[in-house]
């Protein structure tokens, strides 16, 4: 089992930066590859960034390429989104998950990867 707690969002106007983390603990050693994602009102679960553990190159949905910023911190068992330029669109619950059989690249597009999930955080953007 691996245990995923992300820090508290925020509110912040158009244009503003948060910044995301998630504590990982149990079994995290086993996790493969870690992503965040998030779900819109009224909108289906999206990816939004994913990272293998270890030296990786990060993935990024087309949506936030540019903005969004996924890093690591293996020694904390902790995982960031830095999130820059936000726009009222990017609103959402924002949850950061673990998998253990990931493969290939972005994936954060498969959400079936990531068996462990944290409780989620409001992020709310404003115009």
């Known amino acids: 089992q691996v245990q995923l707690v992300e820090s508290e969002g925020g509110s912040v106007q158009a244009g503003g930066s948060l910044r995301l983390s998630c504590a990982a603990s149990g079994y995290y050693y086993t996790a493969k590859c870690m992503g965040w994602f998030r779900q819109s009102p009224g909108k289906e679960r999206e990816g939004v960034a994913s990272i293998y553990t270890g030296p990786s190159t990060p993935y990024y949905s087309d949506s936030v390429k540019g903005r969004f910023t996924i890093s690591q911190n293996n020694a904390k068992n902790a995982l960031y989104l830095q999130m820059n330029s936000l726009k009222p669109e990017d609103t959402g619950v924002y949850y950061c998950?673990?998998?253990?059989?990931?493969?290939?690249?972005?994936?954060?597009?498969?959400?079936?990867?990531?068996?462990?999930w944290g409780q989620g955080t409001q992020v709310t953007v404003s115009s």
């Open positions: 998950a673990a998998g253990v059989y990931c493969s290939g690249a972005n994936p954060h597009q498969d959400l079936a990867l990531f068996r462990y």
